[in-house]
């Protein structure tokens, strides 16, 4: 019988893992059964294998549903979703790929959409054949009117294929685009931007199409939500039919910015797309669209997360792990907030840099103890790069975790990943998991770690 493996840069949540498996049962005419979500992480003689298996979810087509964290090489999707056997290498065809995100327009409209659509591009050069979705992970209400923004979006990403889950579409709005014209029509009838932005406008030539919009930030090609915007728009054009030129105008750049590794330039190579004033430059497009991750910081993070859920009474009320989307602040009421960026916005513009509110990597919440605990996550030789950020976090505690959990002691400490050591000297580490899948505590480790690596340990023994 096959087993279901889940792939990701991301920490896995029970809530998506679940609409996952929902989503997997349905497509194939399944019969499944849900019950409590366990993500347990597998041990080896008391080692972590760097895998994790979910309990809980029960389908007789399915033996075994696992969870490996990977890495990718470029512009990645969240998750790869596997149906095999054994576990997945290169050379295996995912039957999805995933993108989730938190995020609606009521909140972001360009990270809402366009930020993620470049990764649905980008994965045509290696998954062609699989199914792509976009799916919605909502913890904030909805908004009731779509915008202009995330209606153009949407449609762009139904009109690839691409299926959207997770939010209510009004089936009369959302409709993918049938013609170039009508892509052209509905995005230039759309509200203009701001004075002083380029507004991203497209103009039909006899033999090209020109797309404008400013691809130039911070010294460099790095305008992620135009990259986004640009990239399925072209895919889009070229979908429909378009095989002339498309010429992206007004974007900002000079021939320098012009990289051969940028994703917006191997994307470009792709669809032939052409820079007005410049010349595109040969992308070098890496071999392979993912690795698994035996490297990152957010190994030691995550595994210390799932664990203390699963294995403890304690539960994450922030999560902002390395290279993964930033969580919403869980208030005492079970209220979800997004974090503010500054103290005070007017004084950082001003120049104040101490005004910027430095946040952890995880928070995490001892229900027994009344004790919070934030979290620094670091790889073991940068431990002492992470020992002095403890420092930092006071504008954090003041503002979220004194404010909305005032009864509560507050202590910091840094959770580690790497190495081959076996021991922990300073104080301020609580956790070290260490490239051997050793769990090694620290001396004055949180009693939350220390009650979940127990139970974790005595789960696993034989």
């Not at 579409?169 to 230039?188: C, G, Q, S």
């Not at 509200?191 to 002083?196: L, Q, S, W």
Request: hydrophobic fraction near 40%; proline fraction near 3%; glycine fraction near 6%.
């Amino acid at each position: 019988m096959k087993n279901l493996w889940l792939l990701t840069e991301e920490r896995p949540k029970k809530e998506v893992i679940a609409t996952i498996f929902r989503k997997f049962a349905k497509d194939n005419g399944y019969a499944v059964f849900i019950d409590t979500i366990r993500i347990i992480p597998i041990l080896n003689r008391e080692k972590f294998t760097f895998t994790y298996e979910i309990l809980g979810l029960k389908c007789n087509q399915v033996d075994k549903i696992f969870v490996k964290t990977v890495s990718g090489n470029s512009s990645f999707t969240d998750f790869l979703i596997f149906n095999q056997e054994k576990e997945p290498t290169l050379k295996d065809t995912p039957i999805y790929a995933i993108e989730e995100t938190k995020t609606d327009d009521k909140e972001s409209r360009n990270t809402g959409v366009y930020q993620r659509c470049s990764k649905f591009v980008f994965i045509e050069n290696y998954c062609p054949k699989t199914k792509k979705i976009m799916l919605y992970n909502l913890q904030i209400e909805q908004k009731t009117k779509p915008t202009e923004t995330y209606i153009f979006g949407t449609r762009l990403l139904q009109t690839l294929g691409v299926e959207i889950l997770g939010k209510n579409l009004d089936k009369k709005v959302f409709l993918p685009f049938k013609t170039i014209d009508e892509v052209i029509d509905f995005k230039n009838n759309m509200r203009k931007a701001p004075a002083g932005n380029v507004p991203i406008l497209l103009k039909k030539l006899k033999e090209k199409i020109q797309i404008s919009g400013r691809l130039y930030k911070s010294g460099g090609l790095l305008h992620d939500p135009n990259i986004g915007a640009l990239s399925i728009i072209s895919a889009v054009l070229r979908k429909l039919g378009w095989k002339d030129k498309i010429e992206i105008t007004q974007h900002g750049l000079s021939q320098k910015n012009v990289g051969t590794t940028n994703k917006f330039v191997q994307i470009a190579n792709k669809l032939d797309i052409s820079l007005q004033g410049l010349t595109m430059s040969k992308a070098t497009m890496n071999a392979n669209y993912w690795k698994y991750d035996l490297d990152g910081e957010k190994l030691g993070t995550i595994f210390i997360h799932l664990v203390v859920e699963n294995f403890a009474k304690g539960m994450s009320i922030f999560e902002n792990h390395a290279g993964c989307e930033k969580g919403y602040f869980i208030t005492a009421k079970g209220k979800p907030i997004p974090l503010a960026k500054y103290t005070d916005r007017e004084e950082y513009k001003a120049g104040d840099k101490s005004a910027i509110i430095y946040i952890p990597d995880l928070v995490l919440i001892d229900l027994s103890n009344k004790i919070i605990i934030d979290i620094e996550g670091k790889k073991y030789q940068f431990r002492k790069n992470g020992i002095a950020e403890l420092a930092g976090y006071n504008a954090f505690d003041n503002l979220y975790n004194k404010k909305h959990y005032p009864k509560h002691k507050i202590i910091r400490t840094v959770v580690l990943y790497g190495s081959s050591e076996e021991k922990i000297v300073e104080i301020e580490i609580g956790f070290l998991l260490n490239e051997n899948g050793k769990l090694i505590l620290g001396v004055q480790a949180p009693k939350l770690f220390q009650e979940a690596i127990k139970n974790l340990l005595d789960f696993w023994k034989k």
